[in-house]
């Protein structure tokens, strides 16, 4: 069995795999310690993680019927991520290993969320690209096979998440609020205003949101109040359709460069109701088969990263004491 745990951001996360069965995958969110701040606090961040990370693997192991003994290996999310997040999951890994002198696999949150895709109920094996759109995160790989990743491109600026969330806020919209907002738009006119899209025609798989964000600004101040008020669907509409067409651009133009058949999508944004339709029409008529995890592993979560851990090497017990977390990197050790 292997323990898996996840604290690269605000969500508390153990999970529970033994061999392809996933016997347990908890997650504790502090979404609503964080939403009268209208974003994620690092410190109270780490603060949450501190408290919660025990009882959470506690209830994953008492979910699968399992005893710490039967655990042979920990994995752990190292990078990238909030650091004092990361090091409470990786300072709890270390000693949960150490104590039962098992190994411990590091493991990027990135390769986690391509890894999502090889969990039941549904898995998928490579070659396929992965769309990785969350509120950290904007990223497309191309996955050769399992552990053997290219990254294409990914986000100079904000993430499509954190661009949506902002959208939103500037709308009136509570935190998080991609999904209101994908509700709002639900009843607007995508055509009503005209907002850019990121590095359309930069020619490489980058994106960036923040231009968008600010188009959103500036068109919402010179409106009055009350017209503003009238067209808050279609508005809503038209700026979620610029964000969620650079990602269907990118993705489909990085699946055409590497003939891949396959896309897969992972992070909360996958959620969004427009992304979902419009990659399906799109990948229908392109002959490319979609994939989108059930949300629980879209979302983050522990499974994917004990899923990540049966092909990624792992480190012998007690070589791991020295390990650290990293802010910033990608898949590389
Ligand atoms: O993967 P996730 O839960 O983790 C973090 O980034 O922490 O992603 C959360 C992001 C938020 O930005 C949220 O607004 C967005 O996913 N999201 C959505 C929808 N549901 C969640 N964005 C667009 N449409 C949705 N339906
Ligand atoms: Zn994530």
Same mark, same amino acid.
């Given at each position: /069995?292997?323990?898996?745990?996840?604290?690269?951001?605000?969500?508390?996360?153990?999970?529970?795999?033994?061999?392809?069965?996933?016997?347990?995958?908890?997650?504790?969110?502090?979404?609503?310690?964080?939403?009268?701040?209208?974003?994620?606090?690092?410190?109270?961040?780490? %603060?949450?993680?501190?408290?919660?990370?025990?009882?959470?693997?506690?209830?994953?192991?008492?979910?699968?019927?399992?005893? /710490?003994?039967?655990?042979?290996?920990?994995?752990?999310?190292?990078?990238?991520?909030?650091?004092?997040?990361?090091?409470?999951?990786?300072?709890?890994?270390? $000693?949960?290993?150490?104590?039962?002198?098992?190994?411990?696999?590091?493991?990027?949150?990135?390769?986690?969320?391509?890894?999502?895709?090889?969990?039941?109920?549904?898995?998928?094996?490579?070659?396929?690209?992965?769309?990785?759109?969350?509120?950290?995160?904007?990223?497309?790989?191309?996955?050769?096979?399992?552990?053997?990743?290219?990254?294409? +491109?990914?986000?100079?600026?904000?993430?499509? +998440?954190?661009?949506? !969330?902002?959208?939103?806020?500037?709308?009136?919209?509570?935190?998080?609020?991609?999904?209101?907002?994908?509700?709002?738009?639900?009843?607007?006119?995508? +055509?009503?205003?005209?907002?850019?899209?990121?590095?359309?025609?930069?020619?490489?798989?980058?994106?960036?949101?923040?231009?968008?964000?600010?188009?959103?600004?500036?068109?919402? %101040?010179? /409106?009055?109040?009350?017209?503003?008020?009238?067209?808050?669907? !279609?508005?809503?509409?038209?700026?979620?359709?610029?964000?969620? $067409?650079?990602?269907?651009?990118?993705?489909?133009?990085?699946?055409?460069?590497?003939?891949?058949?396959?896309?897969?999508?992972?992070?909360?944004?996958?959620?969004? $109701?427009?992304?979902?339709? %419009?990659?399906?029409?799109?990948?229908?008529?392109?002959?490319?088969?979609?994939?989108?995890?059930?949300?629980?592993?879209?979302?983050?979560?522990?499974? /994917?990263?004990?899923?990540?851990? %049966?092909?990624?090497?792992?480190?012998?017990?007690?070589?791991?004491? $020295?390990?650290?977390?990293?802010?910033?990197?990608?898949?590389?050790?």
């Amino acid at each position: /069995m292997i323990l898996g745990i996840e604290t690269s951001c605000d969500d508390t996360c153990a999970a529970i795999l033994d061999g392809d069965v996933l016997l347990a995958n908890i997650v504790s969110s502090q979404t609503e310690f964080h939403a009268r701040y209208g974003g994620v606090v690092p410190e109270v961040a780490s %603060r949450h993680h501190l408290e919660l990370i025990n009882p959470v693997i506690a209830e994953a192991l008492a979910a699968a019927g399992a005893s /710490m003994k039967q655990v042979a290996r920990v994995a752990v999310t190292t990078r990238p991520g909030l650091i004092g997040a990361l090091l409470v999951g990786v300072a709890t890994a270390k $000693s949960i290993a150490y104590a039962g002198k098992i190994e411990l696999t590091a493991v990027s949150h990135l390769e986690g969320h391509i890894a999502a895709n090889y969990l039941p109920p549904d898995p998928i094996e490579p070659p396929f690209i992965c769309l990785i759109a969350s509120g950290g995160h904007t990223s497309i790989v191309f996955v050769r096979e399992r552990g053997a990743l290219e990254l294409l +491109g990914q986000t100079l600026d904000d993430a499509a +998440g954190e661009a949506l !969330d902002k959208g939103a806020r500037l709308l009136g919209l509570g935190y998080p609020g991609g999904a209101e907002l994908d509700a709002l738009a639900a009843g607007g006119n995508t +055509g009503y205003a005209d907002f850019p899209i990121g590095l359309d025609k930069a020619g490489s798989f980058d994106f960036s949101f923040s231009g968008v964000k600010t188009a959103l600004y500036y068109y919402l %101040r010179n /409106m009055d109040g009350p017209e503003v008020k009238r067209r808050r669907a !279609d508005i809503a509409a038209s700026y979620q359709s610029a964000v969620v $067409s650079a990602l269907i651009k990118k993705t489909l133009a990085a699946a055409a460069s590497r003939n891949a058949s396959a896309i897969c999508l992972s992070g909360g944004v996958s959620a969004n $109701s427009e992304l979902r339709r %419009r990659l399906t029409t799109e990948c229908q008529g392109a002959g490319i088969h979609l994939r989108v995890p059930p949300p629980e592993l879209c979302t983050d979560n522990a499974a /994917m990263v004990a899923s990540a851990a %049966r092909y990624l090497p792992s480190i012998p017990f007690p070589e791991y004491l $020295s390990l650290g977390a990293r802010a910033s990197g990608g898949f590389a050790a």
